[in-house]
């Protein structure tokens, strides 16, 4: 993967809460997917996943959050 064109602390941050978060989103298709196929297994693991990524998303938006309001206020 290419550099980011953008040597910013706080554009990393949002754009790994992005990634974070969009993959939260997908992984509930391959829970689905699972289900579908009568995986338990699989689908609990893939809840595993999808719940470690909101929580870091959580994490990043309140991260993001007071940094900017540190450096804005």
């Known amino acids: 993967m290419p550099a980011s064109p953008v040597k ?3 554009y990393d941050l949002v ?3 992005q990634m974070v978060l969009e993959n939260a989103w997908r992984v509930d298709n391959y829970i689905k ?3 579908k ?3 338990n297994e699989l689908a609990e693991w893939f809840r ?3 719940n470690n990524n909101m ?3 959580e994490q990043g938006k ?3 959050a007071m940094r900017l309001q540190r450096e804005n206020g």
Request: hydrophobic content about 35%; charged content about 40%; glycine content about 10%.
């Open 8 to 10: 910013d602390k706080n």
């Open 15 to 17: 754009h790994e809460v």
């Open 33 to 35: 997917d699972a289900e």
């Open 37 to 39: 196929s009568g995986d």
């Open 48 to 50: 595993l996943i999808q």
């Open 55 to 57: 929580k870091a998303g």
């Open 62 to 64: 309140r991260m993001l």
